[in-house]
C-alpha cells in the first residue's frame, strides 16, 4: 500500500505542473502618425480590479523619463522596487508597431485582466491607458486614444 501511495504521489508531482499551462500571447501596439521625438510606451498588465499586476515590457532606455507614463509610474511606485532588466527595448517612433510577447497563465485568460499601454513624447504628451484591451482567449483589437492607434491581442 506504500509503495501505491508513494507512485500516486509521484505521479501527481510530475504531472501538476503541465495542469497549469500558459500560453504565448502577442501585444501589437501600432502608433499614429506625428511629428517628434519617438515614444516612451509601457505595456503592463492589471488584475480583475484594475490594480498594477505585472510590466510586461517598457519601450525607452532613459529612466527618467518613465515617470512621464502616468498610470504605470504610479502603480510601479506602489509596489516598491522597479526591476526592469530584459523588458526594456528601444522607443517608437511615429508610425511604427512595437510587438511585445509575453507567457501568461491560461487562469489569467478571460478573468477580467486587463493589458494597458502608456504612451509619452519628450516634450509632447502624456498619455495614461493610452490603449486599455482585455485579456482574452479569442484575438482582439481596440483603439488608443493618444499616441496609439491600435492594440491588438493575438494568441
Known amino acids: 500500500m506504500k509503495k501505491l501511495a508513494a507512485l500516486l504521489m509521484l505521479a501527481t508531482a510530475l504531472s501538476a505542473p503541465s495542469m497549469a499551462m500558459a500560453r504565448d500571447v502577442s501585444i501589437q501596439t501600432s502608433l499614429v502618425q506625428y511629428s517628434g521625438h519617438a515614444a516612451y510606451l509601457a505595456v503592463y498588465l492589471t488584475n480583475p480590479d484594475g490594480s498594477y499586476n505585472s510590466t510586461l515590457w517598457v519601450s525607452g532606455h532613459k529612466t527618467k523619463y518613465y515617470g512621464d507614463l502616468r498610470g504605470w509610474a504610479r502603480a510601479v511606485s506602489r509596489g516598491g522596487s522597479l526591476n526592469l532588466d530584459g523588458i526594456t527595448g528601444a522607443s517608437v517612433g511615429s508610425g511604427d508597431t512595437l510587438t511585445v510577447h509575453a507567457n501568461l497563465a491560461d487562469t ?17 504628451g502624456q498619455y495614461a491607458d493610452d490603449a486599455v484591451i482585455d485579456l482574452t482567449s479569442t484575438p482582439a483589437t481596440a483603439s488608443g486614444t493618444g499616441y496609439v492607434n491600435t492594440i491588438s491581442l493575438g494568441l
Open 108 to 124: 489569467l485568460l478571460d478573468a477580467g485582466y486587463q493589458i494597458r499601454v502608456d504612451s509619452a513624447v519628450e516634450n509632447g
